[in-house]
């Protein structure tokens, strides 16, 4: 079975610091994909990136960073230097051949000024 | 523009009423799917469908149908069976059901957010 786990629930921060939402996830498969998505108060999610199991190289997006670990078996995301518009609920998900995508519980962002 | 739409956006609901939520996408897409979200509780699998006129059961489908007869639309009814429906429903779909093989993601609609009063 695979099953991803987000254990921070919340995070608050100040404007300008730098904050890494941890990820770790479960399955057999030895082909799978890990995502990352943003929902902001509105409600709809937002895709933010997507990582295969055979591609470990990390990614770099503007402020945005992702760190894919198979000997841990971690996807974790850094927003360097936050801002104010990235409060928002974040989920980390899973997804192997064929299957729908599967959640982690989601890790509550708020950056205050 | 392409895109998914739930309609309605809030929705009311009686106790012991059945009600459907809409989803409907023009991105020409195969696999649809439903999920449910509850506070710290993340997303949650309720049904999908990989192909028009099939579809398949999620992890929480009890007390909640869903029909696909037409490859843009996937309503979902929520039935007087499911003992606690207040929730916030999002509708997404995939060009094919193999999600990350095709280097592609999940596209989501902006949700239905279901009250039992």
Known sequence: AQKVTQAQTEISVVEKEDVTLDCVYETRDTTY???WYKQPPSGELVFLIRRNSFDEQNE???RYSWNFQKSTSSFNFTITASQVVDSA???CALSVEGTALIFGKGTTLSVSS | DGGITQSPKYLFRKEGQNVTLSCEQNLNHDAMYWYRQDPGQGLRLIYYSQIVNDFQKGDIAEGYSVSREKKESFPLTVTSAQKNPTA???CASTPSPAIGRLNTE?????GTRLTVV
């Open chain 1, 89 to 91: 609920v974040y989920f």
């Open chain 2, 88 to 90: 916030f429903y999002l």
């Open chain 1, 60 to 62: 770099i997006s503007g």
């Open chain 1, 33 to 35: 994909y890990l995502f």
């Open chain 2, 106 to 110: 999940a596209f989501f609609g902006q």
